[in-house]
Protein backbone atom coordinates (compact mmCIF):
# COMPACT_ATOMS: atom_id res chain seq x y z
CA UNK A 1 0.00 0.00 0.00
CA UNK A 2 1.37 3.65 -1.18
CA UNK A 3 2.43 5.56 2.24
CA UNK A 4 1.13 8.97 2.47
CA UNK A 5 4.50 10.09 2.03
CA UNK A 6 4.95 8.57 -1.73
CA UNK A 7 1.49 9.67 -2.37
CA UNK A 8 2.82 13.14 -1.80
CA UNK A 9 6.03 12.66 -3.92
CA UNK A 10 3.64 11.62 -6.80
CA UNK A 11 0.48 14.42 -6.49
CA UNK A 12 2.91 17.44 -5.63
CA UNK A 13 0.87 20.27 -6.69
CA UNK A 14 3.46 23.96 -6.57
CA UNK A 15 5.49 23.62 -9.53
CA UNK A 16 2.66 22.26 -12.54
CA UNK A 17 -0.27 24.25 -11.59
CA UNK A 18 2.59 27.44 -11.68
CA UNK A 19 3.36 25.88 -15.21
CA UNK A 20 -0.25 25.79 -16.20
CA UNK A 21 0.45 21.99 -16.91
CA UNK A 22 -1.64 20.38 -14.40
CA UNK A 23 -4.45 19.21 -17.16
CA UNK A 24 -1.37 17.02 -18.17
CA UNK A 25 -1.44 13.48 -16.87
CA UNK A 26 1.76 11.31 -16.91
CA UNK A 27 2.06 7.44 -15.31
CA UNK A 28 4.97 6.63 -13.59
CA UNK A 29 5.28 2.83 -13.37
CA UNK A 30 7.70 2.31 -10.06
CA UNK A 31 9.35 -1.00 -8.54
CA UNK A 32 8.97 -1.44 -5.51
CA UNK A 33 12.33 -2.50 -4.89
CA UNK A 34 14.07 0.67 -5.64
CA UNK A 35 12.13 3.58 -7.82
CA UNK A 36 9.66 3.01 -5.12
CA UNK A 37 11.86 3.90 -2.28
CA UNK A 38 13.62 6.54 -4.08
CA UNK A 39 9.60 8.15 -4.01
CA UNK A 40 8.97 7.87 -0.76
CA UNK A 41 12.27 9.59 0.86
CA UNK A 42 11.11 12.03 -1.80
CA UNK A 43 8.10 12.37 -0.17
CA UNK A 44 9.38 12.74 3.43
CA UNK A 45 11.69 15.21 2.33
CA UNK A 46 8.77 17.19 1.32
CA UNK A 47 10.33 18.01 -2.32
CA UNK A 48 7.87 19.35 -4.65
CA UNK A 49 7.01 17.37 -7.64
CA UNK A 50 5.05 18.33 -10.64
CA UNK A 51 1.67 17.09 -10.12
CA UNK A 52 1.27 15.78 -13.59
CA UNK A 53 2.45 12.27 -12.53
CA UNK A 54 0.41 9.28 -10.75
CA UNK A 55 2.31 6.38 -9.62
CA UNK A 56 1.64 3.18 -10.26
CA UNK A 57 3.37 0.88 -7.73
CA UNK A 58 5.20 -2.74 -9.81
CA UNK A 59 7.42 -5.32 -7.96
CA UNK A 60 9.55 -4.91 -10.48
CA UNK A 61 9.89 -3.06 -13.73
CA UNK A 62 10.39 -6.62 -15.82
CA UNK A 63 5.93 -6.97 -14.84
CA UNK A 64 5.46 -4.06 -16.91
CA UNK A 65 4.67 -4.89 -20.67
CA UNK A 66 4.09 -2.84 -23.98
CA UNK A 67 0.28 -2.99 -23.59
CA UNK A 68 0.66 -1.73 -19.94
CA UNK A 69 2.37 1.50 -21.42
CA UNK A 70 0.06 1.59 -24.44
CA UNK A 71 -3.00 1.05 -22.35
CA UNK A 72 -1.83 4.11 -20.52
CA UNK A 73 -1.17 6.32 -23.66
CA UNK A 74 -4.91 5.38 -25.16
CA UNK A 75 -6.69 5.87 -21.81
CA UNK A 76 -5.64 9.22 -21.31
CA UNK A 77 -1.77 9.77 -20.48
CA UNK A 78 0.36 12.10 -22.52
CA UNK A 79 3.48 10.09 -21.60
CA UNK A 80 4.87 6.96 -19.45
CA UNK A 81 7.97 5.94 -17.57
CA UNK A 82 9.19 3.43 -16.01
CA UNK A 83 11.60 3.77 -13.26
CA UNK A 84 13.38 0.57 -12.30
CA UNK A 85 17.02 -0.33 -10.17
CA UNK A 86 20.15 0.22 -11.69
CA UNK A 87 21.63 -2.21 -14.17
CA UNK A 88 23.06 -5.54 -12.47
CA UNK A 89 20.81 -4.96 -9.46
CA UNK A 90 17.10 -5.63 -10.21
CA UNK A 91 15.93 -7.63 -7.30
CA UNK A 92 14.58 -10.21 -9.61
CA UNK A 93 17.16 -11.04 -11.93
CA UNK A 94 16.95 -8.87 -15.57
CA UNK A 95 13.48 -6.96 -14.81
CA UNK A 96 14.90 -3.71 -15.10
CA UNK A 97 16.84 -4.95 -18.60
CA UNK A 98 13.68 -6.69 -20.02
CA UNK A 99 12.07 -3.02 -19.27
CA UNK A 100 14.72 -1.39 -20.71
CA UNK A 101 14.06 -3.55 -23.81
CA UNK A 102 10.41 -3.18 -24.06
CA UNK A 103 10.53 0.43 -23.58
CA UNK A 104 12.68 0.62 -26.77
CA UNK A 105 10.12 -1.40 -28.60
CA UNK A 106 7.15 1.04 -27.46
CA UNK A 107 9.00 3.69 -28.70
CA UNK A 108 9.48 2.37 -32.02
CA UNK A 109 6.36 1.57 -32.60
CA UNK A 110 5.06 4.78 -31.50
CA UNK A 111 7.50 6.40 -33.84
CA UNK A 112 6.19 3.98 -36.77
CA UNK A 113 2.55 5.70 -36.54
CA UNK A 114 3.41 8.88 -36.34
CA UNK A 115 3.63 9.42 -32.32
CA UNK A 116 6.78 11.04 -30.13
CA UNK A 117 8.84 8.20 -28.60
CA UNK A 118 9.71 10.55 -26.00
CA UNK A 119 6.49 9.89 -24.55
CA UNK A 120 7.46 6.95 -23.08
CA UNK A 121 10.93 6.81 -21.30
CA UNK A 122 12.59 4.51 -18.82
CA UNK A 123 15.06 5.46 -16.25
CA UNK A 124 16.90 3.39 -12.85
CA UNK A 125 17.96 4.35 -9.45
CA UNK A 126 19.34 3.07 -6.61
CA UNK A 127 16.73 2.97 -3.77
CA UNK A 128 18.75 5.76 -1.83
CA UNK A 129 18.98 8.18 -4.98
CA UNK A 130 16.19 10.20 -4.45
CA UNK A 131 17.59 13.61 -6.15
CA UNK A 132 17.60 11.04 -9.56
CA UNK A 133 14.31 10.28 -8.83
CA UNK A 134 13.23 13.52 -8.48
CA UNK A 135 15.57 14.92 -11.76
CA UNK A 136 13.59 11.59 -13.87
CA UNK A 137 10.05 13.03 -12.61
CA UNK A 138 10.46 16.40 -13.69
CA UNK A 139 12.39 15.95 -16.65
CA UNK A 140 9.35 13.54 -17.88
CA UNK A 141 7.01 16.59 -16.56
CA UNK A 142 9.28 18.87 -18.85
CA UNK A 143 9.38 16.63 -22.44
CA UNK A 144 5.82 16.20 -21.71
CA UNK A 145 5.20 19.76 -21.17
CA UNK A 146 6.85 20.46 -24.59
CA UNK A 147 5.41 18.25 -26.81
CA UNK A 148 1.11 18.82 -28.05
CA UNK A 149 -1.41 16.57 -25.99
CA UNK A 150 -1.89 13.35 -27.41
CA UNK A 151 -4.71 13.25 -29.44
CA UNK A 152 -7.59 10.35 -29.40
CA UNK A 153 -10.01 9.35 -31.95
FE1 LIG B 1 13.49 -3.02 -9.44
FE2 LIG B 1 13.34 -5.23 -10.97
S1 LIG B 1 13.10 -5.09 -8.84
S2 LIG B 1 13.51 -3.17 -11.59
Do not use: K, W
Not at 8 to 23: I, K, L
Amino acid sequence: MPSAATARAARVTDDAEADGDDERTIIGFFCRECAYAAADATGNARIPLPATVRSVLVPCTGRVGPLHVLSALAEGADGVFLAGCLEGQCHHREGNLSAIDRVAFVQRLLASVGVEPERVQMFTMSAADSPRFVAATRQMHATISGLPRLGRR
